[in-house]
Structure formats: C-alpha cells, structure tokens
C-alpha cells in the first residue's frame, strides 16, 4: 500500500502508513507477551505505552488499570494513566493520577525525574479549577 502512495506522490501518507504497520507489528508482539504473562505488571504497562504512541487513549487507560490493579503504586502507570486522561480531556482523572503518582513518590522517595513537568502541569489544572470553583461559589 506504501508503494502506492509513493507512486502517486502522497509521500507523508506513504510513511504513515509504514508506521502504521510497524506499529502493528510490534502491538502483536506485546499482546503475545501480555499472554504469556499475564500477570506481570510490566507487560500491561508495556502494553499500554504502546496503545498510548498510537494515540489509542482509551486501551492505554484500559492496560494501565490493568497494571495498576496489579501493582497500585506503579508511579509510572500512574503517570501513564495520567497522561492518557489529558490527551482525552479527563482532567479530574488526570489529577488524581498524578496525585497519587506524587504521594508514591514522596512515599518511596523515588524520584519522578522527566515526568515531574507534567505533574507540575497537572497539579497547576487543578489549582485553576480550585481557584475557579471558589470564585463560582462565592459569587452565587
């Protein structure tokens, strides 16, 4: 199909299309490994990082819970979850992953690193909704 759309001139629909099917290759791959072992917290997460590359928000929600249900103080599935909840606009959901991702972190003192700009993000999104709240409340 990729060869086709070369040879019609639709270039950025031809490499798209690759991707496409590389990510599909490797989705096989990773759901293969969620079978052999699925228990594994780390293979839902996989899993859902890669439903999450191919902006496929809600089964990247669905495999983080996944590995959360299985280890609930994954701050990286937290974080994942997290991010998935923006991209779809739940921002309430968002929040409390990342909440829950920093109490993990405090707790365990492991250290967020990279993803600490989102949390910073999130938390400043609840702060406006706070704010906003009040301001609404007050002015009722």
Do not use: C
Not at 40 to 62: K, Q
């Amino acid at each position: 199909r990729s060869r086709v759309l070369n040879k019609m001139g639709d270039t950025d629909a031809a490499y798209a299309d690759d991707r496409h099917r590389v990510w599909l290759k490797q989705l096989y791959t990773l759901h293969a490994a969620y079978k052999a072992k699925p228990e594994s917290p780390e293979t839902s997460y996989e899993l859902g990082r890669h439903y999450a590359n191919g902006e496929d928000w809600n089964m990247a929600i669905r495999a983080q819970t996944t590995s959360l249900k299985k280890s609930p103080k994954n701050v990286n599935a937290l974080l994942a979850r997290s991010q998935a909840f923006v991209a779809i606009g739940k921002l309430d959901q968002a929040l409390a992953d990342a909440d829950a991702a920093i109490a993990v972190d405090h707790q365990q003192r492991i250290g967020i690193g990279d993803d600490r700009q989102l949390l910073i993000q999130l938390q400043f999104v609840g702060l406006q909704r706070t704010h906003i709240g009040h301001h609404h409340a007050h002015a009722v």
